[in-house]
């Protein structure tokens, strides 16, 4: 089945792995969470370019916005942009 998806680029200073820390792994078990097995969550860096790829999907378009843009925010503050 096909869900709404959203991706949202987070531009970083420098290289940030998200597997590292623990305030973006704590948002990401939130997330989810609140997707109840609805949906999927991905994020990873970019091969090329500093930058953390968010995705989210799931069944509520507007709600994988709103979490996309919330994981973002998150590796946003994680990373000090």
Do not use: C, H
């Not at 078990?29 to 991905?42: A, Y």
């Not at 970019?46 to 999907?57: L, Y």
């Not at 709600?63 to 998150?74: G, P």
């Amino acid at each position: 089945r096909r869900y709404p998806q959203v991706m949202v680029n987070v531009r970083t200073a420098r290289r940030f792995d998200v597997d590292e820390s623990k305030q973006v792994q704590q948002a990401i078990v939130e997330v989810e969470g609140t997707l109840n097995n609805r949906g999927r969550v991905l994020l990873r860096a970019s091969g090329t370019e500093p930058v953390i790829r968010v995705m989210v999907e799931g069944e509520d378009a507007t709600e994988v916005a709103r979490l996309s843009q919330q994981l973002a925010d998150t590796v946003k503050v994680a990373a000090e942009v």
